[in-house]
């Protein structure tokens, strides 16, 4: 039996895919290109284009379990509605979600297709992460680059950083484990952080003096739609800022079901030299 990853090369399903080939478990890779690493197989896969659904099958017809990972737009339940559908009628038995620590079942984004999975009474897992380890990367390395600032509109607000290691191995027990232990597990690393305190971290690590500017959230949205992010996207990211200023982040850290060990100081150590931090001052 095979497991089929979307999102197949990206932060939380590389790890995932490593630990299953090392367990000897078959994978398939989803990916929008179908171009995958050595040694893995891949399949075109695009949430935003029905015809792919079907492909995963096609090339291995064992597929009995998925890992899911949201396309990136906001109104995102009816696509995965649609291939959640597809894999049910193909005889898939076990679905992993990639969802967030602040989703409830039936709230918006992922929160839907949690409540739509429970719903079909198949197996399934919610997992519930905070913040990864790589949105430091991912969306404040443009400003940190330039301005040597850490920009957005969380304000002192603390959060559970986690890293895609820790959740890739909640993800594996979560797909092979007979039985699944936890059907909506909230996971956070070992530590809360502002990014004040991220900022003073990384002024130590890249040797530089780093700050943390807060701003409001119409001008964070402002920030997020300049680099590319479509403006109703961007508005929901602002609005979760503003969550985070008001403490959610640091009441789900306090509830979790599970409490990551990997450091969020060595990871800013090992991606020091990282090319998007370099200061461009």
Partial sequence: MTILLTGGTGKSASPLAKLLLNA???????TRS????????????????????????ETDSTIDRIYLIAPPVLDMFPPMKAFIDVAI???????????????????QA??????????REVEYCALRPSWF?????LHYSDHIRKNNEIVNAAGSGAIGW???????????KALTDPVIAHKNPIMVGPELFTYAQIAEIMSDVLGRKITHK????????????????????????SFMDVSIAQGAEEQAFRKADFVGSRSLRDFIKTHKD???WKSAM
């Fill in 24 to 30: 000897n478990i078959p994978v398939l890779l989803a």
């Fill in 34 to 57: 179908g171009s995958v690493p050595a040694p893995f197989r891949g399949v075109r896969f695009d949430w935003l284009d029905p015809s792919t659904y079907r492909l995963p099958f």
């Fill in 89 to 107: 009628e193909k005889g898939v038995k076990r679905f992993v979600l990639m969802s967030a620590a602040l989703l409830e079942a039936g709230g």
């Fill in 110 to 119: 992922m929160g839907k297709v949690h409540e739509y999975l429970h719903s």
């Fill in 133 to 137: 380890f790589d949105n430091l990367i």
């Fill in 162 to 172: 986690i890293s895609t290691d820790d959740i890739a191995d909640v993800a594996f």
């Fill in 214 to 237: 807060n701003v409001s959230a119409d001008e964070f949205k402002a920030v997020m739609v300049e680099r590319g992010m479509p403006e109703d996207y961007a508005a929901v990211m």
């Fill in 274 to 276: 990282a090319p998007e």
